[in-house]
DNA sequence: ATATTTTATCGAACCGTTTCGATATTAATT
DNA sequence: AATTAATATCGAAACGGTTCGATAAAATAT
């Protein structure tokens, strides 16, 4: 059919193990020879087919992309950016991306992504919060882990988070900035370790603005123990309205909160940002397209895709290496519905 | 390392080539033997090896999934549900679904897809519009191809797209019911055959009503040789306001336009849908989240990509079939954005 | 009863690489 | 000059499947 590493052998004059070595880099190869080979492969534009290559070094050049059923199409937009980034490095190991959803609650070992019941990925790359009964199940097939946006305590794995507690302090610091001091906080479930910790970087930063008895009254803030929806949003705004007198701002958990915050707020008469502020977090690219814009904390989503990548392949190449948790930094967009008109 | 072939057919008693036949299921096997085989195979959780089979069956299990690097960031809440649904149906040919994007303006053959330089897919799946070099590219490989929400009119391929004329009647018929005639039309290049449809589609149906004249009135639409965008939208917004006397409604030809249309009607004073009805097209999931959440055609993107996947692997199985064409049909999502709130 | 066809199983070649160990040459060290 | 080390190349054995005849037994047709 096409060319194969024989022919470029014939062709070149070597015997194959001498283009394999041209080809990989490895041992010992005289320039010329290298140069006479490269040549010819290149002329005849020659690649290794994929998969002699992967049944004789015993390797897949496959990595798996795992994310819950139930993340993804929650914040599809915010995900989807991660799989593209993740895409976009992997070009750079010749390596390719297989994605697979996952249940919330996992039916062992059903369930499981099909390429860990074949071998067919040499590591995986794990986006949100997943089941612990699959992180194990993979840790015990001896298969290395990216975390992004997630990471489990007590395990040793290579980790990618966005950096939730000063995100926060940025939004707070913000909005004392506009001279505003009464400011709630709508969440939701704590199984997700960003979900905690913005909601304890609000608690930090307000406290240390001066404005701990805000930050621990219990009627300032609505979590609940969901994944986070528009849904959350709606029902904390109305909550919070009823608890807490002269609400000035409402700092939601995500976009996702925060666009139900706003529409609840509308619909029940408030004016954002005229009557309240509301921020969200994240920046899903339609963040700016409500109405009012909204003020969120961009995170780049490209970037900690293509860091989980980084990880996993530096962690397939060492696997002895200790693995790491990288902190990404964020940053404050203002946009409409934080700013206020009329400032004092 | 992991059980291979050869020790199941030798724990079950039968030489290899009969254990492939019983994974297989060709060729001619007793029911005893094949149900000692498959206790056995399911005993041991055995799983033949992919690279394996890729290489001695000569084919690699695999489809490309392609698409611009435009559309996917301009309408990333349509497309990645699309490959969501062809990532479902893959399972059931147990096979992988590889991503790539491609620039709009492709530098051939740099910027091609790197599983087609490498002999890595048995088929692609294309969606949305893409440079016909590309096309070309792929057609010369002799590979299948399915296209998604494209065409290529003259050639052979099969390919899924979704009624658009038969959604902009809906739209019509809709709005023409909440007793509005004065009807304006936003929308963007026709190089995509989508948009080109819908145009029409708005034409014909006003036709129909009777709304001819409006329809065949430059004043009342606006259309540029563009990727349709939120800007687009509010552009549009603009334009045909000082266009059209009573101006009562404007259908934008798909959600994001829809959505810088109404911000731009509401930053103008004018309120949806008190005073201008708006309508999108797609309906992709922050469409129902926008204030007023909005009015838009309803397409079954997982079904699409599902059924891109059906009708490739149907044509890689049978090359010779001759290629068709998939009409998905759609339906009207009414929201608040094309509700008018007092009828007369 | 014999010839033919269908069913069942197997051995061996093959798919296109990588890599280990052997061998030959050249360079460095004593 | 002799020994050792480094460099360069190659042959052949894997890697784990599929598939093409070959062979034999069972079923069917003549």
Partial sequence: MSFTIKDIAKISGVSTSTVSLVISGKGYISEST???VQKVIDEYNYRPLRSARQLAANRTGNIGFIIS???????????SRILLGAELEARNYDTYLLLSTVPVHINAPDDFPRFLKGRDVDGVI??????????????????????????????????????????????VEHLVHQN????????????HP?????????????????LGDISRNK?????????????????????L????????????????????????????GKKVPDDILVTGFDDVN??????????????PKIEMGMGAMKLLMDKIENPDKISQTQLIPVKLVERMSSIRPNRE
Same sequence: chains 1, 2.
């Avoid at 960003?194 to 001066?210: D, H, N, P, V």
């Avoid at 000035?248 to 029940?268: H, P, R, W």
């Avoid at 339609?286 to 109405?291: K, Q, V």
């Fill in 34 to 36: 290298r140069e006479k």
């Fill in 69 to 79: 059923d139930v993340h993804l199409s929650r914040s599809e937009a915010f995900y």
């Fill in 126 to 171: 794990i986006v949100g919060s997943v089941s612990p009964i699959l992180i194990d199940h993979i840790l015990k097939l001896g298969m290395p882990i990216a975390l992004v946006d997630y990471r489990v305590p007590g395990l040793e794995i290579d980790s990618i988070i966005m950096d939730n507690r000063y995100g926060l302090s940025l939004i």
């Fill in 180 to 191: 505003v001091t009464h400011i709630g906080f709508v969440g939701g479930s704590f199984y």
């Fill in 194 to 210: 960003s979900i905690k910790e913005r909601f304890e970087g609000y608690q930090t930063a307000m406290e240390r603005l001066g």
């Fill in 219 to 239: 009627n300032y803030h609505y979590l609940v123990e969901e994944e986070t929806t528009t849904d959350i949003g709606s029902l904390g705004a109305e909550q």
């Fill in 241 to 268: 309205l009823k608890t807490v007198n002269n609400l000035q701002a409402i700092i939601c958990v995500n976009d996702t909160t925060a666009i139900g915050c706003m529409n609840k707020l509308q619909s029940l």
């Fill in 286 to 299: 339609y963040a700016a397209l409500t109405n009012p814009s909204l003020s969120s904390i961009h995170v």
